[in-house]
């Protein structure tokens, strides 16, 4: 049952939650460059993004004292159903991250907040409020036009985009599943289960494509583990807790803002006028989104 606002109690953030949140966003948007570089396929990194975190995640959960076993068979398939749809999530991102522009991936990447938003409303069958209409408004405006002009640009890019979707939409079914189960464990331990499972998925997957598993470098997969896996989704976990989703909203626009800095550096990836008041208008669905959550919901991007 969700806490109304009124009920909730007064958010005090320090400066330390702020930077935690900051650094956090920051963390995860350099995960498509880490994909990028990586010279593993893009399905294997996400493999070795999840399998290179799984010792830290046990050290964590352990460190935690969150129990690892004894939960009922429920949840047990409850978990092995969220792994499989986050390793499905992970596949579709990062082969669109290889097909389309970093700041692409990331916004439609961190679609699911719209989402989430679209699917309470069904489940609680409301009319929509004004923001909510114009969450929609904003995001489907806002990706037609990105979506256009990656078709102009190469078709390619334009299945790298909707690849990205795809993964939006994995993203929201296994919140959905983890929501399930967050009150019987910790996070940690959720995250060490639910990555296990996906670790079998991504390995399978990789293979039917005939992509390389094992790298030549394993500096770039490293990164990619810390920076989104340990780093991002950790910070993130800490510091959610402790602001309104505006503020949530607004942070999570850092994302998209350092892949594009990252793409123009990088990969020499330039943004149009087009695509950039694009990109403000998928931002300005993703804060309306955050703010039409309820306060009780914990979602870490």
Known sequence: ????????????????????LLTGNIALALGPWFVRIADSGPVSAGLWRLALALPLLALF??????????????????LAGAGVVFALD???????????????????????????????????????HLREYAAVALALGGAGLLLGRS???????????????????FYVVYILLVQNVRGRMGSWSLLFWSSAAGVPVLLITALLLGEPVIPTNWLPLIGLMIASQIVGQGLLVYALGHFPPLVIGLVL??????????????????????????????GAALVLARVAEPPSRENPA
């Open 1 to 20: 049952m969700a806490i109304s606002s009124d009920a909730a109690p007064p958010l005090r953030p320090a400066a330390k939650h702020f930077l935690a």
């Open 151 to 169: 078709m102009e640009i190469d078709a390619r890019t334009l299945a790298g985009d909707l690849f990205c979707i795809l993964a939006g939409l």
């Open 90 to 128: 992970l596949a579709s991102w990062h082969v669109g991250i290889e097909m389309t522009r970093l700041g692409n991936a990331t916004l439609f990447g961190n679609s699911g907040s719209v989402i989430l938003m679209v699917w309470g409303l069904i489940v609680m069958h409301r009319r929509p």
């Open 61 to 78: 959960a352990r460190a935690r004292r969150e129990p690892m076993t004894g939960y009922p068979a429920r949840d047990w398939w409850i």
């Open 253 to 282: 626009l850092t994302q998209p803002a350092v892949s594009v800095v990252l793409g123009w550096f990088a990969f020499g990836e330039v943004l149009s006028l087009p695509d950039a008041i694009g990109m403000a208008m998928v």
